[in-house]
């Protein structure tokens, strides 16, 4: 009987590395490592060896001939240490005296971020934010004030006035203004008005604020100089312009293009203008000088077409598939066995290189 109890015994010890180096993800819950009872219970659980050896050298039995309490000393040491190393020794001593582990709290008339005092912060005054009344913007709980700071991830930033201070949701982030500063990520925005600073109801990068007398407009906080704010159009990301240039992204494209007519396609990376079809990629940009732009379609798996041709794009370029026949060109059913993955009624493709086959035999998609 003693044998069964061992082999058992030592199934369940084989598993206890895993579950160590796994227990971080306990704690993937927000809040989570807040939760006093959780937090016990891993703990508790991680140590189940030593549990399992004083219990077995209390009813009198062995592992294999050694000592259950020596065993379970050992064990003991080992999840110590293994605690120690990876904090949750000072995660088990926070939950017992009440002090959070993540976020802010207030404990006993002391502040705390993180698990660490926030030594200047008022404990009568101080207010934590909620992402839930700023549209469940993620960063509005790692900012709180109180009647003299305003902190960020437990931090104070300095020279921050809390006094009309408040958060507001621009370009799909959040910001906070008072009446000298705009602030986000706990940095100062230098020569952004925080009176005149908005954003674009269409654009989730694109802000704009006075510095001095004049509008300046800015892409994910970076100054883009060579924007005019008076004529300024965000179109369909990552496309802008003003009256003069199109912007992708936050540079000027390199093209010639007739700004005036200048529009996006449905199709992400493609635009036109009254006389051709473009191609855009953070890498390259491209003038289709043989597509038409108002037949322009997608295929799917790279392929496009429009009423004369077919096009394939690649990691660098857009090209015509030649001799491709745009009424009849579709895809192929993937299968292991095909070494194409386009066909028309002459040819097959891969890769938008043509190739003799026999495409009125294979299954196509819809």
């Keep these: ?47 189940y060896p030593v549990i399992i050896f004083l219990i077995l050298g209390a009813f009198g039995g062995h592992y294999f001939g050694l000592n259950p309490f020596i065993l379970s000393g050992v064990c003991l040491l080992i999840v110590s240490l293994f ?28 502040v705390y971020y993180n698990g660490c005092q926030i030594i200047e912060a008022d404990p009568l005054t101080f207010k934590m934010f909620k992402k839930e009344d700023y549209q469940y913007e993620h960063s509005a709980s790692l900012y709180a004030t109180d009647k003299n700071y305003f902190y960020y991830r437990g931090v104070k930033i300095p020279d921050v006035s809390v006094d009309n201070l408040r958060g507001k949701i621009v370009a799909d982030d959040l910001y906070w203004l008072n009446d000298q500063y705009v602030i986000k990520h706990g940095k100062i925005l230098e020569h952004r008005d925080p009176n005149t600073f908005g954003g674009y109801e269409n654009s989730a990068h694109w802000t704009y604020a006075k510095d001095g007398q004049y ?51 449905p199709i992400y990376g493609f635009a036109k203008d009254k006389d051709y079809l473009y191609c855009f990629s953070p890498e390259n940009e491209q003038r289709v000088e043989a597509a ?58 891969q890769n938008g290189k043509a190739f003799r086959c026999d495409p009125l035999q294979e299954s196509i998609t819809d």
């Excluded at 990552?238 to 700004?259: G, R, S, T």
């Excluded at 379609?297 to 690649?314: A, M, S």
């Design 1 to 47: 009987m003693s044998i069964v109890i061992n082999i058992i015994i030592t199934f369940f010890i084989l598993f206890w590395p895993g579950i160590l180096m796994m227990s971080p993800m306990i704690f993937d819950a927000p809040g989570s490592e807040n939760d006093q009872g959780k937090v016990l219970g891993c703990v508790l659980f991680m140590s």
């Design 83 to 110: 605690f120690f190393l990876f904090g949750y020794t000072e995660m088990v001593v926070n939950v017992i005296r009440g002090v959070p582990n993540s976020g802010y709290g207030v404990v006993r008339d002391k």
């Design 215 to 265: 509008y300046k407009l800015y892409y994910n906080d970076r100054l883009v100089e060579a924007a005019d704010f008076n004529t300024f159009t965000p179109l369909s990301e990552p496309f802008a312009k003003d009256n003069n240039i199109v912007f992708y992204n936050d540079n000027p494209i390199e093209l010639k293009v007739d700004v005036h007519s200048f529009d996006v396609l």
């Design 292 to 349: 038409d732009s108002n037949t322009f379609e997608e295929i799917g798996g790279r392929y496009y077409k429009d009423k004369h041709k077919v096009y394939y794009r690649n990691e660098e370029e857009i090209t015509v598939v030649e001799q491709a026949n745009p009424d009849v060109f579709q895809l192929v059913h993937y299968h292991e066995s095909k070494d194409y993955d386009a066909k028309d009624n002459q040819q097959c493709y």
